[in-house]
């Protein structure tokens, strides 16, 4: 699901409309196929699980805050309205610091599938070792 919420205000003397928002995603996705069989006189439970696109690379869980100002002209806010919330090339990331990212690849030797995990954020990661000590 894909949340957004934004204000603005506009400043007659230049005709410019400035705003500031925020879009969450968040996004859970299994491309599966499963046939299970369940034999319940012999206590028995047979499972058989495989991707629908073995090919391709699969999004399976996303979730995002991505903060945001803009600034546009009012005159073509008028001529293209939907330009305001759909593909704005005006809109520009806000940043508090450089992005931390992770990347893990799991699950090739066991499963025979790779599972690529990334982590990008601009919070600062906790240092478990600095808490200890």
């Keep these: 699901s894909l949340a957004q919420s934004s204000m603005g205000f506009v400043t007659p003397f230049n005709h410019k409309h400035y705003s500031a928002g925020v879009n969450k995603n968040f996004q859970v996705n299994l491309p599966i196929r ?55 090339s005006n809109n520009k990331r806000v940043h508090v610091r450089h992005a931390n990212q992770i990347h893990k690849t799991f699950g090739q030797d066991s499963t025979g599938y790779a599972f690529d995990f990334n982590y990008h954020s601009e919070q600062k990661f906790i240092d478990f070792a600095a808490l200890y000590n």
Aim: proline share 5%; net charge negative; charged share 15%.
């Design 34 to 88: 499963a046939e299970v069989d369940l034999d319940f006189a012999n206590n028995k439970v047979a499972a058989k699980v495989q991707p629908l696109d073995q090919h391709n690379k699969q999004n399976l869980f996303e979730y995002s805050t991505v903060p945001y100002t803009s600034q546009q002209s009012v005159l073509q806010m008028a001529q293209n309205p939907q330009e305001q919330t759909h593909g704005n």
